[in-house]
């Protein structure tokens, strides 16, 4: 569990849980609750240095709900109409156990979801939802003309393709998940017939939404040079991780980020054939606790999670049968760690194994399986599911990443 202090709520709430724990991070005034100075809440008032007080929200909304659900994208009736805001939600999408009170009150309303100035956002105009951007109407002087300016619960919105703005408040505004961008366009592109260019407005918010990433650089990884032992295998041998090898790794690597792969790893030297990149390290666990893992990563829903094994073997000699372990690299790790995967790769992972007192266990090593050039990038097979979107290129590439689509 993460302390709601020391997150950014926006960057959470959107699912990139690891984001949201980086950068400079402003307190609200009278809760605990945390946000991005790139992502500062709109209806907002700054009090002093990295504090700031979040305006009430309105409580009822009268107006158009948006015609599909908030969490799932789907139109499919029934829906229930947020007596708090524009959502339009499912039962079955929203099931937590509430109040009567609060049962026709949306996930936004119920957990007071935020909006940051600067989000892409969708309002009812004429009889369509139009897109449009919040801004700082600190720093729009027309915004000062609008009877509205000023109140508690309102934002200042530029619409798209028009220029024109309005001061309107921030429970009539719909911020859609990136996860179901593309599922909403297609449940509500019709409504839109007759209406060229606000469906054409439309789809490239839609497209800006489910690309986007949160307004926070991307630390460099932390490396350590050996593999340890999670608590369950450290009870399991009665040892400590202290006999474990130390391969020691090849120096001719360069780190770099890439917008859809993140952190890759690139020769800065030519690599022959079976030449010895490191063992890759990481955290021995035990299947007990890899599944632990496996179904809180699937739970938490998480963009970013990272969850890395290679199965290897463990083997007490005074006992028949070997137990298998595994090597997790997503917090414990080296530049192996990082490579990415492809389904033509030019790195392999080798078997080895270690022998002490009454112990043997395995470790994995990192080779190239072919010279690799300078400026290439080292790559290896994961072997992930079909499910896994693979953007390594290759024209044998088994699940490639395929745009949405957008007709």
Known sequence: MMCPDHICEICFTEGFESSATLGNLLHEQSTIRAFHSSCMP???????????????????????HFPACGTCGTSTP?????????????????????????????????FDIRMRIGDEVLTEKDEIFCSGVIEDWNQNHFAKQDENFGKEGFASILFDGVGSR?????????????????????????????????????KSMLQKIESQRPPVSRPI???????????????????????????????????????????????????ENGCVIGQYCGEYISEKEKARRDALAKVCNDKECKFYSFQVKLELLNELQAQKVYVDGSSVKNITAILNTSCEPNC????????????????????????????????????????????????????????????
């Not at 999408?93 to 609060?102: A, N």
């Not at 996860?179 to 017939?193: A, D, P, Q």
């Not at 990884?221 to 608590?231: A, G, L, T, V």
Request: charged letters at 25%; a positive charge.
């Open 166 to 202: 309005q001061i309107l408040p921030i429970n009539s505004l719909f911020r859609p998940y990136s996860r179901v961008t593309n599922i909403i366009f297609h449940s509500i592109k019709s409504m839109y017939n007759g209406h060229p260019q606000e469906l054409e407005n439309l």
């Open 348 to 407: 392999t992972a080798i078997v080895e194994e270690i022998s002490i007192q009454n112990i043997r266990i395995e470790y994995i090593v990192i080779k190239t399986k072919r010279t690799i050039k300078v400026g290439e990038e080292l790559t290896i097979n994961y072997k992930w599911n079909s499910s896994f979107k693979c953007f390594c290129g290759s024209e044998k590439c088994k699940s490639p990443w395929k745009p949405s689509d957008w007709q």
């Open 42 to 64: 709109a209806g907002y008032t700054e009090k002093n240095a990295g504090v700031v007080s979040l305006n009430p929200r309105i409580q009822e909304f009268l107006g158009t």
């Open 221 to 271: 990884p932390k490396f350590q040079s050996i593999s340890i032992f999670h608590s369950t295998i450290k009870e399991l041998l009665c040892h400590d991780d202290d006999f474990l090898p130390n391969v020691k790794t090849c120096e001719d690597l360069l780190l770099k980020f890439e917008k859809n792969k993140g952190y890759g790893v690139f020769a800065t030297k030519i690599l």
């Open 78 to 110: 029934p829906m229930i109409k947020c007596s708090g805001c524009v959502h339009s939600f499912h039962r079955a999408c929203f099931p937590m156990k509430l109040t009567e009170e609060s049962k026709s009150h949306c996930e936004s309303c119920v």
